[in-house]
Each structure stands twice: as structure tokens, then as C-alpha cells.
């Protein structure tokens, strides 16, 4: 039984912290993935979030009997360490394409139409604390979708909602999210 | 989410539907009733629709190209790394001080110990994808074992545990020192030198096998070299960590194990190379040393690691299994000139030299160590030092065949004085071949000698074995502990009936209770009888209260097993082990079980003794009235069995009443008073109340096995109690027969308290 296995079942019985438990855990797990997968394929090719976070769950867990409660916490872990690694990417490109020495994006320096793709998936992690506030459902459901690269039926199933509310609030959360970066962008 | 956003996330979604733009303008008429705001942030949120699919377009372009881009700094605000800790902080009673290496399992930090001293400490974490509850089990059955080892040469395992995100973690005696390879090829030591440190290494496991304790993962990197005041001494790291992180191997630890293999395939032995993890003994390490030996000789391992990993994992067991490796005279020759060269010098030595000296002994001594078949390797490592050292000393050695010529060659070689000699003066040969003779003479003891050492190095090894199976017994009780604490109580059992010879134990122990319990509540009385009576031999070191219940398990399993000639048995070892208690409890209890059946006279005379110390004041060992009225209408049920057995059936008769009155129910206790008092008064003759309590008795004994039987609690009874009840109303009832018209279950006299 892995570490991981140890976690979840800690979650089904509802212990507190297994949670957060479990994203170090998974972090590491899909940097190694990551990082394995790339030394192998020719460069260029790209690589999906969504298979590196399903590969994770095969190596990590084993294909067999968990339920979906664990399955969803895993997802909702591992689409947050996602997150975590796919930003730091895009900090560093971005820091390089916008010259170096920058700790931070700044983000009133730019037009949105000047934003390279990563200034885009900084803007949306940005906005996304900012969801977050408002609605940390809906937050969530964009971590797991956008980051984590799950369907809206995994998603279902991972939150334990319709799908058709998934598709409404991913909908949603886009629009709100591009809404919120469009005004940040245009505050003097 | 307030209710105003909800309403626009509903109409917005829903007139996203709509994708016609006459009837969406319909929709929204109708849906925003005359709500401009609404209707005004749906429209703009409908609007830059468009636009907000190619922003997360090209957002998710990016994310795919970027997360193979493994030159990931680590850090920045990403959680700490798997297995890595943050510098400065806790773990348990240790302060992470600075990080001193990873290897293939773990990383390695200096910490620093602050309690009960000060002190600092390697503090070795281990990485993921370990069972950290099995490991900290097998940890903890090692660890005393681990404790016994004193050795200048090996660093002891202080402690281990598990961190907060429940990864173990190992504590060993701080090494400072450089692995051995690196050592000797940075100073150049010289073959002898080389050997004189090798010696010390298999010294230093030796002494770890004798204790029962098998490295099983002997490499370069286990090897620190650490001078004290300037001269080299060898320090084996790591001890027991390999066998607490082994689990057994399934397809699907397969995977870890093979991460872990691949740290070390090059020093596997054979028989670990199998995986089955099953087969290994002390001879895996003498295996390893023979690698260890191997590369310090040639500068190279038997099988290059990496061809052995690149060449997967079947054909890398195939190559461990089957392969003959070259000897190392011979592997030194094919190397390029460059290499030899170097390798030469980092030997302190010209290539031929050193072809030269390998050639021979050394190669002989490397490919024994080396043997695919652990029986023709070197017994021990003590066996393997003996005969490096013979080599050093120009002795003939064990591994190599003895032949005639190869003696004769020692002999020169040692006595090159006493040659030179003779060959110088031509006069002397006759006297040259004299000396000669008698020098052959005495060779061959030498071979004889070494070879009874080797034989000698055997029987040690025997005793080694023996000590390693009493480590593993402590194994199989950690392991059996953990499945009862899960209620894996089959499984437990199956563990746990391998174990033999029992050692005391309190683990041992609280298994074996559990075991025997769970058969007897089973109605499997054999082995209930076998697990508990095993028992009696475990919990030796457990305080005379506990164990005395024991007796009673123990004493009513038998007798429902059948065993009836093993019960005279059964009450020797009870009588004697409680003859001296002072524990008024204990000593109750043992009158009881001991009296289950009649005895003669001459097997009871203890009884006399333990009835005195039964009837003492609890003082000191009770500090409530309820628990001493409890422990004395127990007493009185013993003190009654004691007089009926004796024939004082008045004396009996009022025990029970004694029993009957105390107030708190306990029925099992109240059964058997009456079923003693139904055979008392039979033997009064007074065959009324014979019967009437004697149906009583009957009454609560079935009830409660109708009923069914449970492990039970002190306070309503456990288990033996109503096993105890029940043999002695098969006794009362063959003395008295069926009793007439038993009084229904239920009945008043069957569920009042304290009867009478």
C-alpha cells in the first residue's frame, strides 16, 4: 500500500488534513512524471496535463477497486499541484519573454491584446483568487478543468455535482474570469 | 455566491443555449423582467463570449507546452519537494541542521538531537512509495536487535519514526567520512592497504550477523571511510534500514522495488535478484562483499550497473542469476589502455603489477565470494577475511583447489630465505630438499587448519541463522500485532502458528491471546487450546494479574479441546509458577482453575498456600469499594470450589452463600455458585434445593450460549467464565443428573441479581 493509498483512505474516513496531505505527495509525483515523459519524447511535442494527472493516478493508486470518493480527492490534489508546477513555468517564461530581473508579472503594464499565451495563464490564476473569494466552487471547478485538464464528467464526479452544473458554472467562471482580467487590465 | 450572481449565471447560461439571436433576445426579455443591470452584464458577458473561449484557448496552448519543460526550478512557492524537509525544522526530537545527500530511497540530513543529549545525527528520510505503518513494524522488531550491535566499524541506528506527512524516517550516529571506493582511489592506496580495510568491513558485519542482523544492501555508498587521527577506519551505515523498507514485492510495489534495484543491481546477490525476498540470509551480504571486494581490486563491479539496468529488469535477474563473471585479473586486461593505466595508478601500481597480483589468490577469493550457489561461497565474512588475510600472509588460501604445485609455490614464496639458501649453495641440496620436505610437511597442516577453520566459520554461521530467526520471529509478532489491531484476526492467526519456539514476549503475547480467544468464540477448541496454551509460555514477562487470566483461558480451552491428560500438565506449571504470588487476585484464580477437575492430594499442595495468600486483604491492589466487593464474590466462588473439592461441603455451601449475596450481577459468577451449590447440597443429600439451584444454574449457562457467546468484559463476565460455568455443570449434572422441570429463562431466580 503507498503513501498515497495511506491518504486517501484517511480521507474517506474523514480525517482532517489528508487533503492537504496529499498535494506534496502528488506534487512531487507529477514533477518526476513530467520530467521522465520529456527526457524520452522528441522535443516539441507537448505533453497534457490530463494524461500526466491520469498517469499519476494509475502509478500512485493502481487501477483497482478505489472508489470515485478517492479517485475525486486525488484529482482535486493533483489538478492543484498541477496548477502549482504549470505557473511556475509560466512565471519564468513570462519573467525571460518580458526581459528578466522581474519578480512578479505586472500586470498594469500590459494590453491585453500584448499578452503572450503564459501572461494569459498568469492573468487567469490571478483572477481565479479572485473567484476564489466569491465563489469557491466555482473556483474550484476551473483548478480541475483548466489546470488539471478534466472532463466535465470526471469533474462531476470528483465534486459529486451534475454535470450539467459543471458545464454551467465552467461556463460561467470564464466569462466572470475574463470579465474581472478585462477591468484589471484597464484600471489606470 | 449572492443571489444576484446566481440569477446571472442562470440567465446567462441559459441564453448561452440559445443561439439564435433573435429568440436569445426574446429570452432575455423575458427573463430579466425589466432587470436592466441584469440584462445589460448577461449581454457583455454574451458579448466577449468569443473572445473569452480564444483568451482560455491559447491559456491552455500554453500549459501544454510547458509541462514537459523539466528544468523546473524547484522551490518558489510550490510545497516543499517529496521526501524534503525544510531546513530548520522538526522532525520528532530532531532539528534538520543542513542536507548531506539522496539516494535511491532517501534523502540524508544532519540533524541535530537536543534530548536527553545533545548531540548530532544523520537523520535519513525515507521516499515515497513505502508502507510507512509495515516499515516502522519491521523497524521496530529489528531495533532491539539493532541495539545489541557494538561495533568500532559500524554506525549505529539510533531511532526511527514517522513525520508528519507519515514518511519514515531513520536516525543513525552521524558519519563524516567519504565512500570507500573514492577514499582509496583518491589516495592511492595500494592492493594491501585496500585488503587490510576490506578485512576490517567484513569484521564489522560479521559481528552484525552474529547479532541475527543482515545488511542486505552492502555497496560503496554504505561504506564511509572516516580517519581518526589520520589512520582510515571503514564505517558501515544503514544497518536494518534495508529490511525495514523491504516489503514483500507485489506487481504492485514492483515498480519501487525496482527504483530501489536499480540503485544497487550491480551488488544484488542471486538469490535477491529472484525478488521473492523470501530466501535471504547472511551469506546475500558475503555476496555483496565480494562485489565490494571485486571493484576495490579492479575499479569496476562484476556486471557494469549501468548495461545491467539498460538491459531491463528480466534480463537483469537473468545476468545476477546466471552470468560468470570474469575474474578480476582477467577484467583488468580487457580494459582500454587509458583505464588500465589509471586504474593501475590509483592502485599505486604498474598494469602488469597489478595483473600480476590479482592473478591467483585474489581472483580465487573474489569468484568464491561471488559464487551463484550460496553454499560454495564463504560461510561467513569472518571465513572471507580469514582467508583475504591468509593471502597477506602468504598462507594458502581455502578458495583456491589445493594442488600440489600451487603449495609448493607458498612455501618458496614465504620461505624465500631458506630457498635462497639453498639455492645458493649447491652443497646444501640435499638439505635444500630436506627442509624442503619437512616445510610441505607442515604446508599441508596449514591448508588442513584453514580448511577446519572454514568449517568452524559454518557452525558459526548455524548460530547466526538462529539468531537472524529470532529477529524474524520478532518480525512476524510486529506484523501479526498490526493485523489484529485491523481485526485481520485469520490472518494474524496463520502468522502467528508459524512462530516456534515461542519467545516471551508481551507482543507475542497479546497476539496469541487474541488468536486463542477469536478460536474459542469459533468453538474451535484444538487450536484455541494450542495458541492459548502457547500463551502460558509468552506472557512470562507480564504482570502476575494479567497473566493469571491467562491460566484461565488457557485452563478451559484445554478442557473443551479434550485434552483432559494435558490438564495435569496444565495445573503443575499453574501451581508452580504461582506458588510464591502475593497477589491475593492471581492466587484466586489459580485455586480456581486448578481445581476445575479433581485433584489428589499430592498435585495440590500448593493449594493450601495460594488459598492463604487468596484470602488476604486486597489492600494496596484495589482502591475502590465496587472493585473489591467484585474480587470477593470471585474469591468466594474459588474459596467454595476449594472446600467442595475437599469434601467440606458445609464450607462450601456457605462460599456460595458469601458469592450470592454480594450485590453486583455478574452472571457467569453467579451460574457457577450455583451450579457448586447444587453439588453440595446433593452431597448433603438434601436433593430439593440440589436440583432447584442446580436448574438455575442450567438456566443461565444455556441462556447465555444460546444467546451466544462473546470475548465479554470483566464486569459482566468474559468468555472462560462461562466456559469454566459450563464444564463445571456437566460436572453437576452427570453427580445430580437432568434436573426436573427447569425454570424457564427468565424467570425471576434466574435473572435477579445476587439470588438467595
Not at chain 1, 14 to 43: C, F, I, K, Q, T
Not at chain 2, 23 to 44: I, P, S, Y
Not at chain 2, 405 to 431: C, E, I, M, Q, T
Amino acid at each position: 500500500m503507498s503513501d498515497i493509498t495511506q491518504v486517501l483512505q484517511a480521507v474517506g474516513r474523514g480525517e482532517g488534513r489528508a487533503s492537504e496531505d496529499l498535494l506534496p505527495l502528488v506534487y512531487e509525483e507529477l514533477r518526476r512524471l513530467a520530467a521522465a515523459r520529456m527526457a524520452h519524447e522528441m522535443a516539441g511535442q507537448t505533453l497534457q496535463a490530463t494524461a500526466l494527472v491520469h498517469e499519476a493516478w494509475l502509478r500512485l493508486v493502481g487501477d483497482g477497486d478505489r472508489t470515485w470518493q478517492n479517485r475525486g480527492h486525488f484529482f482535486a490534489a493533483a489538478s492543484e499541484a498541477m496548477r502549482r508546477i504549470l505557473i511556475e513555468n509560466a512565471r519564468r517564461k513570462s519573467r525571460l519573454k518580458h526581459g528578466g530581473g522581474q519578480v512578479r508579472l505586472d500586470i498594469s503594464d500590459l494590453e491585453l491584446a500584448d499578452t503572450t499565451p503564459d501572461d494569459k495563464v498568469l492573468l487567469i490564476n490571478e483572477a481565479l483568487d479572485r473567484l476564489e473569494a466569491k465563489d469557491p466552487e466555482a473556483a474550484r471547478i476551473v483548478v480541475l478543468k483548466f489546470f488539471g485538464g478534466l472532463t466535465n464528467q470526471e469533474v462531476a464526479q470528483s465534486l459529486a455535482i451534475g454535470e450539467r452544473t459543471v458545464d454551467r458554472q465552467w461556463a460561467y467562471a470564464k466569462a466572470w474570469l475574463f470579465r474581472s482580467i478585462r477591468s484589471e487590465l484597464q484600471k489606470p | 455566491m449572492n443571489a444576484a450572481a446566481q440569477r446571472e449565471e442562470a440567465v446567462f447560461y441559459a441564453a448561452l443555449k440559445v443561439t439564435d439571436p433573435g429568440q436569445r433576445a426574446a429570452f432575455l426579455e423575458q427573463a430579466c423582467a425589466g432587470d436592466t443591470g441584469l440584462r445589460a452584464n448577461v449581454e457583455e458577458l454574451l458579448a466577449s463570449q468569443p473572445d473569452v473561449e480564444d483568451f482560455f484557448a491559447e491559456g491552455g496552448a500554453a500549459l501544454k507546452m510547458i509541462v514537459g519543460d523539466a528544468s523546473v526550478p524547484a522551490g518558489l512557492a510550490a510545497p516543499t519537494r517529496l521526501g524534503e524537509e525544510e531546513i530548520g525544522s522538526r522532525i520528532g526530537r530532531y532539528k534538520l541542521l543542513q542536507k548531506i545527500g539522496e539516494g535511491g530511497c532517501g534523502v540524508v540530513y544532519m540533524a541535530e538531537q537536543q534530548e536527553p543529549v545533545r548531540r548530532r545525527v544523520a537523520l535519513k528520510i525515507i521516499k515515497l512509495g513505502m508502507d510507512t505503518k509495515n516499515v516502522i513494524a519491521r523497524f521496530e522488531a529489528e531495533r532491539q536487535a539493532l541495539a545489541l550491535m557494538d561495533h568500532l566499524n559500524i554506525a549505529r541506528v539510533l531511532d526511527g519514526g514517522a513525520t508528519h506527512t507519515g514518511r519514515p524516517y531513520f536516525v543513525m550516529e552521524l558519519v563524516r567520512g567519504i565512500r570507500i571506493t573514492d577514499y582509496c582511489d583518491q589516495n592511492h592506496l595500494d592492493t594491501r592497504q585496500r585488503l587490510d580495510l576490506f578485512i576490517q568491513i567484513c569484521h564489522a558485519i560479521q559481528h552484525a550477523h552474529q547479532k541475527g542482523i543482515i545488511h542486505r544492501d552492502i555497496k560503496p555508498s554504505n561504506i564511509l571511510i572516516t580517519l581518526h587521527d589520520g589512520v582510515p577506519v571503514p564505517k558501515v551505515i544503514d544497518f536494518g534500514i534495508a529490511k525495514a523498507t523491504e516489503g514483500p514485492l507485489t506487481d504492485k510495489t514492483l515498480f519501487t522495488a525496482y527504483e530501489q534495484f536499480i540503485g544497487t543491481p550491480a551488488y544484488m546477490s542471486p538469490e535477491q535478484a529472484e525478488l521473492s525476498g523470501l530466501d535471504i540470509d547472511t551469506r546475500s551480504d558475503i555476496y555483496s562483499l565480494g562485489v565490494l571486494l571485486y571493484e576495490l581490486l579492479t575499479g569496476r563491479t562484476p556486471f557494469d550497473a549501468k548495461q545491467l539496468v539498460q538491459s531491463g529488469l528480466d534480463e537483469m535477474r537473468r545476468t545476477i542469476r546466471e552470468r560468470e563473471p570474469q575474474r578480476p585479473s582477467t577484467m583488468v586486461t580487457t580494459l582500454q589502455h587509458a583505464e588500465l593505466v589509471i586504474t593501475a595508478q590509483r592502485r599505486h601500481a604498474e598494469p602488469p603489477k597489478l595483473i600480476l597480483t590479482l592473478k591467483g589468490d585474489l581472483d580465487w577469493i573474489v569468484m568464491k565470494a561471488l559464487e551463484k550457489d550460496r553454499v560454495r561461497r564463504y560461510q561467513t565474512a569472518n571465513g572471507l577475511a580469514m582467508d583475504v588475510q591468509r593471502y597477506l600472509n602468504n598462507e594458502p588460501v581455502v578458495a583456491r583447489p589445493p594442488s600440489r604445485f600451487y603449495r609448493f609455490r607458498k612455501l618458496v614464496r614465504r620461505n624465500r630465505v631458506v630457498f635462497a639458501a639453498a639455492g645458493a649453495v649447491a652443497v646444501a641440496l640435499l638439505a635444500g630438499l630436506c627442509i624442503c620436505s619437512w616445510l610441505l610437511v607442515r604446508e599441508r597442516q596449514a591448508y588442513r587448519r584453514a580448511v577446519q577453520a572454514e568449517q568452524e566459520q559454518a557452525r558459526l554461521r548455524l548460530a547466526a541463522e538462529s539468531a537472524r530467526r529470532q529477529a524474524e520471529t520478532r518480525e512476524r509478532i510486529a506484523h501479526a500485532i498490526m493485523l489484529v489491531g485491523q481485526e485481520r484476526v485469520a490472518e494474524a492467526d496463520k502468522l502467528i502458528a508459524e512462530v516456534s519456539p515461542t519467545q516471551p514476549s508481551f507482543e507475542c503475547a497479546a497476539v496469541l491471546r487474541s488468536v486463542g480467544s477469536w478460536h474459542a468464540l469459533r468453538d474451535e477448541w484444538e487450536p484455541a487450546a494450542q495458541r492459548l496454551g502457547a500463551l502460558l509460555d509468552a506472557n512470562v514477562n507480564d504482570a502476575w494479574d494479567d497473566s493469571s487470566l491467562d491460566f484461565l483461558r488457557a485452563g478451559v480451552a484445554l478442557v473443551e479441546s479434550g485434552r483432559t491428560q494435558d490438564y495435569q500438565w496444565f495445573r503443575e506449571k499453574a501451581l508452580s509458577r504461582f506458588r510464591d504470588t502475593s497477589n491475593p487476585v492471581s492466587a484466586e484464580r489459580i485455586v480456581k482453575i486448578a481445581l476445575l477437575f479433581p485433584a489428589d492430594e499430592k498435585g495440590t499442595a500448593p493449594l493450601d498456600t495460594l488459598a492463604k495468600t487468596a484470602n488476604k486483604p486486597f489492600s494496596g491492589l484495589i482502591d475502590n469499594v465496587e472493585d473489591e466487593s467484585f474480587r470477593a464474590a470471585w474469591r468466594a466462588v474459588s474459596m467454595a470450589l476449594l472446600d467442595y473439592r475437599r469434601a467440606n461441603y458445609a464450607g462450601s455451601l456457605d462460599w456460595c452463600r458469601q458469592c450470592l449475596a454480594f450485590s453486583d450481577y455478574n452472571a457467569p459468577r453467579i451460574a457457577t455458585a450455583r451450579i457448586l451449590r447444587a453439588m453440595a447440597c446433593f452431597q448433603l443429600h438434601q436433593t430439593a434445593e440440589a436440583n432447584a439451584e442446580l436448574a438455575q444454574g442450567r438456566n443461565l449457562v444455556e441462556g447465555k450460549f444460546k444467546a451466544g457467546l462473546d470475548v465479554g468484559a470483566a464486569a459482566q463476565g468474559f468468555w472462560f467464565d462461562w466456559v469454566f460455568a459450563r464444564i463445571l455443570l456437566r460436572e453437576a449434572t452427570g453427580l445430580i443428573g437432568e434436573s426436573p422441570a427447569p425454570l424457564p429463562v427468565g424467570s425471576p431466580a434466574a435473572s435477579h441479581p445476587g439470588g438467595e
